[in-house]
Nanobody, 126 residues
Framework: QVQLVESGGGLVQAGGSLRLSCAAS????????MGWFRRAPGKERELVAT????????YYTDSVKGRFAISRDNAKNTVYLQMNSLKPEDTAVYYC???????????????????WGQGTQVTVSS
């Protein structure tokens, strides 16, 4: 059974840091673009960051540029999201996702992803 399992979420004060991990099992994702999405209360799910198969190319939504960093360790079948200088508006459920279609080197849209984790809650207090 293929699974993506996120961990590392929690409650943190504004200005603090968290590191999310997404561990994959059931198959390898070392040739797949991976992404982190989030859904804030009352809002639609949005792309936060995405990374290509090797980790050489990354993309961030404007609101997190300079604060978040996506990385991956293909030997561990794991993707990370380092989140620094957190703000209350970063509060959301964070999801990791994988695109195994083989069509894209980078995947920017929710519809491109075919594997999803269950999500981890990040709450930033002011």
């Amino acid at each position: 059974q293929v699974q993506l399992v996120e961990s590392g979420g929690g409650l943190v004060q504004a200005g603090g840091s968290l590191r999310l991990s997404c561990a994959a099992s059931g198959r390898t994702f070392d040739s797949s673009p991976m992404g982190w999405f989030r859904r804030a209360p009352g809002k639609e799910r949005e792309l936060v960051a995405t990374i290509n198969w090797s980790g050489s190319t990354t993309y961030y939504t404007d609101s997190v540029k300079g604060r978040f960093a996506i990385s991956r360790d293909n030997a561990k079948n794991t993707v990370y999201l380092q989140m620094n200088s957190l703000k209350p508006e970063d509060t959301a459920v964070y999801y990791c996702a994988a695109d195994t279609s083989g069509y894209y080197s980078m995947s920017y849209y929710e519809s491109m992803y075919n594997y999803w984790g269950q999500g981890t809650q990040v709450t930033v207090s002011s």
